[in-house]
């Protein structure tokens, strides 16, 4: 099966070992992957910010980068979302692009949804110990209506004790540009969902949006709260890893 990992803007810049444990994720369950360098942003921030015809250039630009990929995976339910259920709607009077539009979004899968739905990978070879709780991203679990699919995963990690967090379903307050022209309401809501985790008590939290998980980590490390921050692909990873150290040195 072949792969073509869609980075994102965010786990490119700042978060490259996201994608290093998605590739060597996909890899280990049987997947070729490969990397198309013309790739750009979704486009999703001129989207959301009433720019459409830029976001539509730059929709045009990865819709060619991804052209001849057979699927497309990203470490970003919100840019996945973005793709499948915005693309079709910036060229839906586009003659000549709306039908690419929607091929391309068909293909777009975020990174536990393919690794479930796909792959069929219901559990890993991994090992962490910790309590670690969830953050469901908002564009993931209403956008792409995936919810289930990385906490199956998680569960999986031997070791690892999944909490629920409290009123999972509210926005962490990033929201891309919301969080700069609405800061003020960003930081409160922000604040709420850190009392949220630290009721868990949990040691570890965990997401699959690192727009999220980095306002998130941001304002827990602001405030002074030791709780480690980890995208999921990150935390599987690091379990796999641990996993077959321990039966290396047991042989």
């Not at 536990?112 to 993931?140: P, W």
């Amino acid at each position: 099966m072949r792969v073509s990992l869609f980075i994102t803007c965010l786990s490119d810049c700042f978060f490259p070992r996201v994608g290093q444990a998605v590739v060597h994720l996909l890899r280990r369950h049987g997947c070729e992957v490969d990397f198309p360098l013309e790739q750009v942003c979704c486009g999703q921030p001129a989207y959301n910010s009433g720019y459409h015809e830029e976001a539509r250039t730059a929709a045009k630009q990865l819709i060619r980068a991804f052209k001849n990929a057979q699927y497309v995976v990203s470490p970003s339910g919100s840019c996945a979302a973005m793709i499948r259920h915005y693309y079709p709607t910036l060229f839906a009077a586009d003659d000549e692009w709306r039908d690419k539009a929607q091929q391309f979004a068909d293909k777009v899968y975020e990174f536990s949804q393919f690794m479930v739905n796909i792959l069929k990978v219901s559990s890993v070879d991994a090992c962490y110990e910790g309590r670690a709780t969830y953050h469901h991203s908002c564009h993931m679990m209403r956008g792409l209506g995936v919810s289930g699919e990385p906490l199956r995963l998680l569960q999986s990690i031997k070791g690892l004790e999944v909490v629920d967090l409290p009123y999972h379903q509210d926005c962490c307050g990033f929201g891309g540009t919301f969080a700069v022209k609405m800061k003020e309401i960003s930081e409160q809501m922000v604040d709420e969902k850190v009392e949220h985790i630290l009721a868990t008590q949990a040691n570890i939290l965990v997401g699959s949006d690192m727009a999220c998980l980095m306002n998130i980590q941001g304002r827990l490390r602001r405030l002074g709260y030791p709780v480690q921050v980890f995208h999921v692909a990150e935390l599987l990873y690091e379990g796999v890893q641990r996993y077959e150290s321990l039966q290396s040195s047991a042989i």
